[in-house]
């Protein structure tokens, strides 16, 4: 494995010089492009055992799957519903390949909401009072049970590679090559310091 994830290493800090940035932290960014493309000698139940208790412990919950080499999530709100919430979901598939080896692909759903659409009468609201108030000698009753709207949101949910459940799962069973990828990419970021240093002592743009 670590001759494999040498080229990706490589590939990784060549997809940082570029400028090519998925997330903020340049650091996390490179180690997360290094596993992108991670090939484990694990079998996927143990990977995928492995991506559950990962799952649990964010805080996910995982839907019943036909598929043995396929998980999925509820949704995961964080924040308030009737005022504003960021909505997630996790999808890993396991990939098994000829060789012996296996290959996960995360991917997360997400979508945020601002709000909730306006309250509605269910679709049986007032029938009951009715029938009550008509046999107690009553008029006739406009009371119902009012429905919360359903929650609002700006945007369509977007799909997107989990690179960082991938690195979350790859430091879980392989903690050893993690640490060595940290080291590989601190030693990188340090050299790109030093350089970036000389070249604006010397006038170099």
Not at 33 to 55: D, F, I, M
Not at 175 to 192: G, I, M, N
């Amino acid at each position: 494995m670590r001759r494999r994830f040498a080229f990706l290493v490589a590939a990784g800090l060549l997809l940082g010089a570029t400028g090519c940035a998925v997330t903020k932290d340049p650091r996390q960014n490179l180690l997360e492009g290094t596993t992108s493309q991670a090939v484990y000698k694990l079998p996927p139940e143990s990977l995928l055992a492995t991506a559950r208790e990962l799952l649990v412990e964010e805080g996910y919950e995982l839907l019943p799957s036909s598929d043995p080499l396929y998980l999925h999530t509820t949704w995961r709100i964080r924040g308030n519903v009737d005022v504003g919430a960021s909505w997630s979901r996790i999808l890993v598939q396991a990939h098994r390949l000829d060789n012996g080896r296996t290959m996960i692909r995360a991917y997360r759903m997400a979508y945020t909401t601002n709000g909730r659409a306006p309250s509605h009468p269910g679709s049986f609201a007032g029938q009951r009072e009715a029938k009550e108030n008509k046999g107690g000698g009553g008029g006739s009753s406009q009371a119902g049970v009012y429905v919360l709207g359903e929650p609002l949101s700006p945007t369509k949910p977007t799909l997107l590679r989990a690179t960082d459940f991938e690195w979350a799962l790859l430091s879980r069973v392989e903690p050893q090559f993690a640490a060595h990828l940290k080291s590989r990419v601190d030693a990188y970021l340090t050299e790109q310091k030093q350089q970036q240093q000389e070249a604006a002592k010397e006038g170099k743009p």
